[in-house]
């Protein structure tokens, strides 16, 4: 998995490369997991790259690797001297009860300011008010730089552990195999067994189906 720095494989690091000749020494990358699903956590990572690396990862965006590519370089990371990385998981009942977009920026901004070194927030996805420290917002970011992609796996393979845990609480939906996402297996279990404290009441098709987001009346 490791390559020496002067290889010129790695384009994804070239925004950070940029970056840190301009003198920005310290950029975080935030990027989420688990915006659509029907039933877990959001979760959302933070990571900065520090400019002294001795070796590039081969990172990339969480949605172009597969389960055990994930799993290795969330490892490596985490292991990596000159990573650093923040992780927040906001719950089913925190989204129902602010929405969806709305926990994705709380979230956003928790993991930025639990990495109080950073000098420079890149963000993917559209822009929104709220950081207390200059950022930028890329579409499509986590194929663009290497801070985001490493977030993008940070936060993928944090949600991914979780659901398999809440898979053992909740067998009969399934969650190891679809992550919480709306399946029709998921959605035909949800009609059969209700839904649990793990699912959204708030997303469709379970407010469609059980009329109300009033957790404590459904669950």
Known sequence: MRKEKNTSDFDIFDFERTLWKKGLLSVAGIDEAGR??????LVVASA???QN??????VNDSKKLSPRQRDSLFDELLSMNG????I?????SEIDRINIFESVKKAMIMAAEQLQE??????DGIAFRGFKKPVEFIVKGDSKSASIAAASIIAKVSRDRIMEELDKNFPQYGFAQHKGYGTKA??????????????????????DYF???????LL
Do not use: N
Request: charged share 25%.
């Open 88 to 92: 927040v998981e906001i719950s089913p």
């Open 83 to 86: 990573f650093k990385y923040s």
């Open 118 to 123: 950073a000098e420079l927030y890149l963000v």
């Open 211 to 217: 009329g109300s987001d009033d957790r404590e009346r």
């Open 36 to 41: 659509g699903p029907l039933a877990g956590p």
């Open 48 to 50: 900065i790259f520090l």
């Open 53 to 58: 690396l001795q070796y590039y990862p081969r």
């Open 186 to 207: 998921h959605i035909e279990a949800i009609k059969k067994y209700g839904p649990s404290e793990a699912h959204r009441m708030s997303f469709a098709p379970i407010k």
